[in-house]
């Protein structure tokens, strides 16, 4: 009588460990705890140099990002990138040819960029197949952190460009994958906005088409990074 108990208890046990796990529901997502992190980024700025062509050339720009919860899905992020480059140097003398300005020169400068973001994470705090999806808005200054006085001295001064300090914005998009909990590689895509300004005195040159004093200039740009949540 006892071993057909025994065997009776053994089988509900089985019965109850495979019914426990048919309901046992697999998900693509995971939760995750950690509300700040910080990291480094190698971004490509692929930029618009202006109608008059005075904007610093595309290139490869270095920086690091910090960010921290604010509520559900809602993150600040700030991020600084320096930006090494370089850009022509123009004469008031018009190429005929193409009604442009005559290029004397070219010039080294880097910019500074710090900028403060709202990041909205898709998918909230957890990821899905080990993926974060998040949306970037911000703003802050582009700093010309370098400029080659030097090259300058080619044109008369009130042709001389200087990007000096502008407001910049950006929005964007991107992702990051955690291969291993806590560290994530990071890829996003977003368009910088700044401001360029044309020297006086090539705003007063006839090129057959209106030059403007100030204009907003779209600068696309495409990073990687690695990022350590804690």
Same mark, same amino acid.
Request: net charge negative; aromatic share 10%.
């Given at each position: 009588?006892?071993?057909?108990?025994?065997?009776? /208890?053994?089988?509900?046990?089985?019965?109850?460990?495979?019914?426990?796990?048919? %309901?046992?529901?697999?998900?693509?997502?995971?939760?995750?705890?950690?509300?700040?992190?910080?990291?480094?980024?190698?971004?490509?700025?692929?930029?618009?140099?202006?109608?008059?062509?005075?904007?610093?050339?595309?290139?490869?720009?270095?920086?690091?990002?910090?960010?921290?919860?604010?509520?559900?899905?809602?993150?600040?992020?700030?991020?600084?990138?320096? +930006?090494?480059?370089?850009?022509?140097?123009?004469?008031?003398?018009?190429?005929?040819?193409?009604?442009?300005?005559?290029?004397? *020169?070219?010039?080294?400068?880097?910019? *500074?960029?710090?900028?403060?973001?709202?990041? +909205?994470?898709?998918? #909230? %705090?957890?990821?899905?197949?080990?993926?974060?999806?998040?949306?970037?808005?911000?703003? #802050?200054?582009?700093?010309?952190?370098?400029?080659?006085?030097?090259?300058?001295?080619?044109?008369?001064?009130?042709?001389?460009?200087? /990007?000096?300090?502008? /407001?910049?914005?950006?929005?964007?998009?991107?992702?990051?994958?955690?291969?291993?909990?806590?560290?994530?590689?990071?890829?996003?895509?977003?368009?910088?906005?700044?401001?360029?300004?044309?020297?006086?005195?090539? %705003?007063?040159?006839?090129?057959?088409?209106?030059?403007?004093?100030?204009?907003?200039?779209?600068?696309?740009?495409?990073?990687?990074?690695?990022?350590?949540?804690?």
């Amino acid at each position: 009588m006892n071993v057909r108990f025994g065997w009776l /208890f053994i089988v509900m046990v089985v019965c109850g460990a495979s019914s426990a796990q048919a %309901q046992r529901i697999d998900t693509p997502y995971r939760f995750f705890e950690q509300t700040q992190a910080v990291g480094l980024a190698v971004a490509y700025i692929n930029t618009d140099k202006g109608s008059v062509g005075l904007g610093p050339e595309s290139g490869v720009a270095f920086g690091a990002r910090y960010h921290i919860r604010l509520s559900g899905p809602f993150f600040v992020e700030a991020e600084g990138l320096y +930006f090494p480059s370089t850009r022509a140097v123009l004469d008031t003398s018009i190429v005929a040819a193409d009604s442009t300005f005559e290029q004397v *020169g070219e010039a080294d400068m880097a910019i *500074g960029l710090v900028q403060a973001s709202l990041r +909205f994470q898709v998918t #909230g %705090q957890r990821t899905w197949n080990g993926i974060l999806p998040f949306l970037l808005l911000g703003a #802050g200054i582009a700093v010309e952190a370098k400029d080659d006085h030097e090259a300058n001295e080619a044109v008369p001064s009130e042709a001389r460009f200087d /990007f000096g300090t502008t /407001f910049a914005g950006q929005l964007g998009a991107g992702i990051e994958f955690f291969p291993v909990s806590g560290v994530a590689i990071r890829v996003d895509a977003r368009n910088i906005l700044w401001q360029l300004e044309t020297p006086q005195a090539l %705003q007063l040159r006839d090129i057959g088409r209106t030059l403007p004093a100030e204009e907003w200039t779209n600068n696309i740009t495409a990073s990687v990074g690695i990022s350590i949540h804690f």
